[in-house]
C-alpha cells in the first residue's frame, strides 16, 4: 500500500487519468460541465440532467409559493467541495467561501427571472451568462457538489488500481437524487499524503485549466485585442469612406505607455476602471487569440524515457504485470487522457475474462476516425499485453483476444507483443474478422516506439501509419 506521496514520486502526471495530486494546494484547474457531457465515460453524462432536475425542483417549488426566497438560497448553496483541491488557493485547499453570496445572486439572476420562470431553466450555459462573478471556479464549485457520489467511486476505483491506502474521513453534504436532499456522508475512504491530508481524485479529461491571472498574460492573452478592436471601430466611426483602418499591436502599447507610463500600469488601470474586462476573461472558455497565428500544445515530456523503459522491461510470464502496467501508462500519455480510466487486469461483467488493460475510449486521432467512419465500436478499448520473446504470436493468442469481444460487437482490441508483426499475423487478423467481424490490431515493440517518436513530433496524427494496418486487416 503506498501514499499519494509515493504516486507522485513514482508517476508523471501525463501518465495517470487523473489530476496529479498536490499535497500543498490548490491545483489550478475546474470541473467542466460541458466536458463531463462529452466524456468518454457514460457515469459523467449524468451529471448535467441532475443538474436540470435539481434546479427546476425547485423552481417548481418558487414559483408555486412553497418555498420562499430564504428557503430557496438555502438549496442554492454550492460551497467548495471538501479534498477535491481544484481552484486559486495558493496555499491550502479551503477558499474564502462565498456559497451564500451566490446563492443570492443565482436566485436573482435566475429564479427570479421572468422568462425562465415560465419555460424553467434549459440551459446550463444562462446560469455563466446571467449570473454575475460566476466564473469557472464557482461553476467548478456547483458542478463538484453534484458529482461528489460520482468522484468518491471514481476515487475508491483508482485507490484498488494503484494500491493506495486510504483513512476514513467524512464529507458535510452530498444530494440524494430521490429526496433532492443534502445529506453528510460521515465515513468515506480517501487516500492521503504523509501529511493526513486526504483527496478526492478527478479524472484529467472532465478539467480544464483556469487562466492564469497575471498582468502579461492578461494584456497578451485578452486585452490588447480588446483595445485594438475598440480603436479600429472608434477610426472607422470617424471615417466615412474608404477600407476599415487598421490597428497594430505596437500601437496599442504605444497609446497605453503613453497615458500611463509603462504597458504594465496601464493594463492595471484598464483592469481597474472597467471590471468587466476581467470577468470576462475568467468567463471566455477560449481566450481571445490572433486567428492567423496558428496554436500548438506545448509539452515537456521526456518521450525517450519511454523507449528506455521498454527495452528494461524483461520478457516473460515474471514480467507480465510490469509489461500491462507499462501499457497502461504509455497509452494514457500518447492520447493525452482521451483513454480514461485505464485499468490493469479488469475483470469482465460476468467474471469470466480478465482485461490485461482496458481504457473507455474518447480518442480522434486519425486511427480512430477511421474506426468511427467504419462503425466498428471502440467505446471500451482493450489491451491484450503477451509479453513473448521469440514465442510466435500464434491463433490461441488471437483466439482469446476475440473471446472478450461482444458477440458480433465489431469490436477493437489492441494485441500487443515484443516481437514484430509480420504478414502472418496480418492474415490471421484478416481470418478473424471475416469469420467473426472481430478487429484484434496486432502491435509489437518496434509499432510502440514508431508511436512514440511520431508523438514527440506530432500530438495529432502520431498514430496515422497503423490506419494502413487496420484498413489491410478490413479489405480481406
Same mark, same amino acid.
Given at each position: ?140 464549485? %456547483?458542478?463538484?457538489?453534484?458529482? &461528489? ?5 471514481? +476515487?475508491?476505483? $483508482?485507490? *484498488? @488500481?494503484?494500491?493506495? !491506502? ?68 472608434? %477610426?472607422?466611426?470617424?471615417?466615412? &469612406? ?5 490597428? +497594430?499591436?505596437? $500601437?496599442? *502599447? @504605444?497609446?497605453?505607455? !503613453? ?86 487486469? *479488469? ?130
Amino acid at each position: 500500500m503506498v501514499t499519494l506521496d509515493q504516486l507522485v514520486q513514482n508517476y508523471k502526471p501525463h501518465e495517470l487519468d487523473f489530476v496529479f495530486p498536490n499535497s500543498s494546494g490548490d491545483t489550478r484547474l475546474y470541473l467542466d460541465l460541458y466536458l463531463f457531457y462529452h466524456s468518454p465515460e457514460p457515469r459523467w453524462h449524468s451529471i448535467q440532467s441532475l443538474i436540470f432536475t435539481y434546479f427546476n425542483h425547485y423552481l417548481d417549488k418558487y414559483r408555486s409559493g412553497e418555498i420562499n426566497a430564504d428557503q430557496l438560497e438555502r438549496h442554492l448553496m454550492f460551497p467548495e467541495v471538501p479534498y477535491i483541491a481544484l481552484g486559486f488557493c495558493k496555499t491550502g485547499i479551503h477558499g474564502q467561501g462565498g456559497a451564500e453570496d451566490r446563492a443570492r445572486v443565482i436566485r436573482q439572476s435566475i429564479f427570479d427571472n421572468e422568462e425562465i420562470q415560465e419555460v424553467g431553466l434549459t440551459e446550463i450555459a444562462e446560469m455563466s451568462i446571467q449570473v454575475p462573478n460566476m466564473g469557472p471556479d464557482g461553476m467548478s464549485d %456547483l458542478v463538484g457538489n453534484f458529482a &461528489i457520489h460520482h468522484l468518491i467511486q471514481y +476515487t475508491h476505483e $483508482q485507490c *484498488k @488500481e494503484f494500491d493506495l !491506502s486510504t483513512a476514513t474521513y467524512s464529507v458535510g453534504r452530498a444530494l440524494n437524487p430521490e429526496t433532492m436532499l443534502w445529506e453528510p456522508v460521515p465515513k468515506v475512504d480517501l487516500p492521503f499524503f504523509e501529511t493526513g491530508e486526504p483527496r478526492i481524485l478527478v479524472p484529467r479529461h472532465i478539467t480544464k485549466r483556469i487562466p492564469v491571472f497575471s498582468t502579461t498574460g492578461f494584456f497578451e492573452n485578452y486585452l490588447r485585442y480588446v483595445l485594438k478592436g475598440e480603436k479600429e471601430d472608434q %477610426l472607422n466611426a470617424i471615417q466615412t &469612406i474608404g477600407k476599415r483602418p487598421r490597428v +497594430t499591436f505596437k $500601437q496599442v *502599447k @504605444e497609446e497605453l505607455k !503613453s497615458m500611463h507610463g509603462t504597458v504594465g500600469r496601464g493594463t492595471r488601470k484598464e483592469a481597474e476602471s472597467r471590471s468587466e474586462l476581467i470577468e470576462s476573461y475568467v468567463d471566455k472558455t477560449t481566450i481571445y487569440r490572433d486567428p492567423l497565428k496558428p496554436t500548438r500544445k506545448k509539452e515537456d515530456i521526456d518521450w525517450g524515457s519511454y523507449i528506455d523503459e521498454l527495452a528494461q522491461i524483461p520478457t516473460g510470464q515474471r514480467s507480465a504485470r510490469a509489461y500491462a502496467e507499462y501499457l497502461k501508462k504509455l497509452f494514457t500519455a500518447l492520447y493525452d487522457g482521451r483513454l480514461a480510466n485505464g485499468k490493469t487486469e *479488469k475483470r469482465s461483467v460476468d467474471n469470466i475474462f480478465r482485461y490485461d488493460v482496458s481504457f473507455s475510449n474518447g480518442a480522434e486521432t486519425p486511427l480512430f476516425r477511421v474506426i468511427n467512419n467504419q462503425r466498428l465500436r471502440a467505446g471500451v478499448l482493450l489491451v491484450e499485453a503477451k509479453n513473448y520473446d521469440k514465442t510466435e504470436l500464434a491463433n490461441d493468442a488471437f483466439n482469446q483476444a476475440r473471446g472478450y469481444t461482444i458477440q458480433d460487437g465489431r469490436e477493437l482490441i489492441f494485441l500487443v507483443t515484443r516481437p514484430d508483426i509480420d504478414e502472418m499475423h496480418i492474415q490471421r487478423a484478416q481470418r478473424h474478422f471475416l469469420a467473426q467481424k472481430a478487429v484484434i490490431l496486432p502491435l509489437g515493440d518496434s509499432d510502440l516506439r514508431q508511436l512514440i517518436e511520431k508523438r514527440k513530433n506530432d500530438h495529432l496524427d502520431f498514430d496515422e501509419f497503423l490506419t494502413e494496418r487496420l484498413l489491410a486487416i478490413l479489405s480481406a
